[in-house]
């Protein structure tokens, strides 16, 4: 887990999948995938997204970018507010 972006407003976490290698087989039975994702708090409204899959992927195409261009704080935060339409689960702090 990496904290790619932390402000007053969004708080981005990527989340890498570990496979555990002990659980593998040399002949296994069961499919083992192996994904990542990005969460997203929009701390305004107290609410998260998990991106995963293609929706993942599209994020890390962002990040790419972000990268290639060093953005703004207000261009990471435009573009992170698209997301905070699919933002629909509150955040709980266990």
């Known amino acids: 887990m990496h904290t790619l972006y932390d402000s007053d407003t969004f708080a981005v976490t990527h989340l890498l999948a570990n496979a555990d290698m002990s659980v593998i087989s040399e002949t296994p039975t069961v499919p083992t995938l192996t994904r990542h994702g990005f969460e997203i708090v929009d701390k305004r409204r107290g609410k998260e997204v998990y991106l995963d899959g293609s929706w993942a992927e599209l994020f890390q195409q962002q990040i790419n970018a972000w990268q290639a261009k060093t953005p703004t ?3 990471v935060e435009d573009a992170l507010e698209g997301y905070v339409g699919l933002a629909h689960q ?3 702090v266990h």
Do not use: A, R, W
Request: charged share 35%.
């Open 90 to 92: 509150p955040v709980i």
């Open 73 to 75: 704080q207000e261009e």
